[in-house]
């Protein structure tokens, strides 16, 4: 498990520093790391992490077909700000999410972090959909995300994806100053 978890965190760090340079190639890049985390986390029985890699594998193809579509209309891949009046159905999106996705852990498996591993889910999901459409906002989500994963991971004894995470983490800090530059560098509004 070692051996596939650090090649697996080596590709979820390539994958990151595509992201952070808001590069299209963090999405064949993502399709790959989803790969290994499938595995990673079905044999560290957290359920609901290995089902959001499936859900990850889909919308990294999604999120490639659409910023490879956006750039060839445009010219480039535009960071947007998601509007506030989004925020209230995002934030009901997350809660339904994590409410359905507690309740089947809690009934239906053995994972030793329900709740914890709910809240990841629910939270990646949103954050996922907001990175296929490039609003800025979606690393404030993976902070949240990231931070709690840490701590579920190290405690499960999935010490390099723990540091993977921790990594993730801070650049998830970074990236989001540096994709609010690239914003105002820019002037591209979403209404």
């Keep these: 498990m070692t051996v596939i978890e ?7 760090l390539l994958y990151l520093r ?17 790969l290994f985390y ?23 193809i999604y999120g490639w077909v659409r910023w ?6 445009t010219g480039r891949v535009q960071i947007a700000s ?11 999106v997350a809660a339904g999410l994590f409410g359905m996705i507690a309740a089947t852990l ?7 972090a329900p709740f ?3 809240f990841t889910t629910a939270l990646s999901i949103v954050a996922m959909w907001l990175l296929a459409h490039r609003f800025m906002e979606q690393w404030l989500l993976w902070v949240a995300v990231n931070a709690v994963s840490t701590a579920l991971y190290f405690s499960r004894g999935l010490y390099p994806t723990a540091v993977l995470f921790a990594i993730y983490t801070a650049v998830s ?16 509004f979403v209404e």
């Design 173 to 188: 800090m970074l990236g989001y100053l540096k994709w609010r530059k690239m914003r105002k560098e820019e002037q591209s």
């Design 82 to 92: 998601l509007p506030r009046r989004r925020w209230w159905l995002l934030s009901a």
């Design 18 to 34: 595509l992201e952070y340079r808001a590069s299209i190639l963090m999405w064949p890049a993502g399709v790959l790391m989803t």
């Design 6 to 12: 650090i090649i697996g965190a080596a590709v979820a």
């Design 116 to 118: 914890g591993d709910a």
């Design 38 to 60: 499938i595995y990673i986390f079905y044999a560290g029985k957290f359920y609901a992490e290995m089902s959001i890699h499936i859900y990850y594998m889909f919308a990294s």
């Design 68 to 73: 490879r579509n956006d750039r060839a209309a």
């Design 106 to 112: 809690c009934a239906c498996t053995d994972s030793p």
